[in-house]
């Protein structure tokens, strides 16, 4: 099985500033990686899938980078509403796994 | 658009079976390019994959948690535009928030949609 872990587990921040967020598989998932959203009290939105496609209506400040085991999920500037916890998940092969989550808070 | 919704008891006796359903809208089950799954949220914690079915029948299960696997049991029911999940013998540790999600059956395997999540809880 295919462990992701995502550092750091939580980030201080102010809006407009960039965001960086790192995602390591202990194995090569190729590109087989996605990223999510969740805010409190709701579902998961899918923002990247395959590594580095935005996902449809999801605005063009979040970009998605990376292939084997180093991904990256980066955020130009922060708007307000961007604060919330975010998710890697891979699919090498059965089973899926997500990754534990960096939170993104408010400084 | 397809909207997926949750339904299912928020409360569950422990040593019971949990069982969910998720009822598809705007869309059909029947299209090899999908599966359908289920992801649980434990209070406070991440996400856990539980488990995916294609249409087609084939399904798989996580055997990162090997109590929760040897209890899933995932179908879908194309007629009736839903698919279901059972969880048997559950405890306190079942106790989650569950959303049912609609995945691409290629590259990632991302999730796209999601159903807005059914909380459980596994008490006496």
């Known amino acids: 099985e295919i462990v992701l872990t995502q550092s750091p587990a939580t980030l201080s921040l102010s809006p407009g500033e960039r965001v960086t967020l790192s995602c390591r598989a202990s194995?090569?998932?190729?590109?087989?990686l996605a990223w999510y959203q969740q805010k409190p009290g709701q579902a998961p939105r899918l923002l990247i899938y395959?590594?580095?496609n935005r996902a449809t209506g999801v605005p063009a400040r979040f970009s998605g980078s990376g292939s084997g085991t180093d991904f990256t999920l980066t955020i130009s500037s922060l708007e307000p509403e961007d604060f919330a916890v975010y998710f890697c998940?891979?699919?090498?092969?059965?089973?899926?796994?997500f990754g534990g989550g960096t939170k993104v808070e408010i400084k | 658009q397809l909207q997926l919704q949750e339904s299912g008891p928020g409360l569950v006796k422990p040593s019971e079976t949990l069982s969910l359903s998720c009822g598809v809208s705007?869309?059909?089950?029947?299209?090899?390019?999908?599966?359908w799954g289920w992801i649980r949220q434990s209070p406070g914690k991440g996400l856990e994959w539980i488990g995916s079915?294609?249409?087609?029948?084939?399904?798989?299960?996580?055997y990162d948690n090997p109590s929760l696997k040897s209890r899933v049991v995932i179908s879908v029911d194309t007629s009736k535009t839903r698919f279901s999940l059972k969880l048997s013998s559950v405890t306190a540790a079942d106790t989650a928030v569950y959303y049912c999600?609609?995945?691409?059956?290629?590259?990632?395997?991302?999730?796209?949609?999601w159903g807005k999540g059914t909380t459980v809880t596994v008490s006496s």
């Open positions: 999600v609609r995945g691409h059956a290629r590259g990632s395997y991302h999730m796209d949609v």
């Open positions: 705007g869309g059909s089950l029947s299209s090899s390019s999908f599966y």
């Open positions: 079915s294609y249409y087609s029948g084939s399904t798989y299960y996580t």
């Open positions: 194995q090569n998932v190729l590109t087989y």
């Open positions: 395959d590594a580095s």
């Open positions: 998940q891979q699919r090498d092969n059965w089973p899926l796994t």
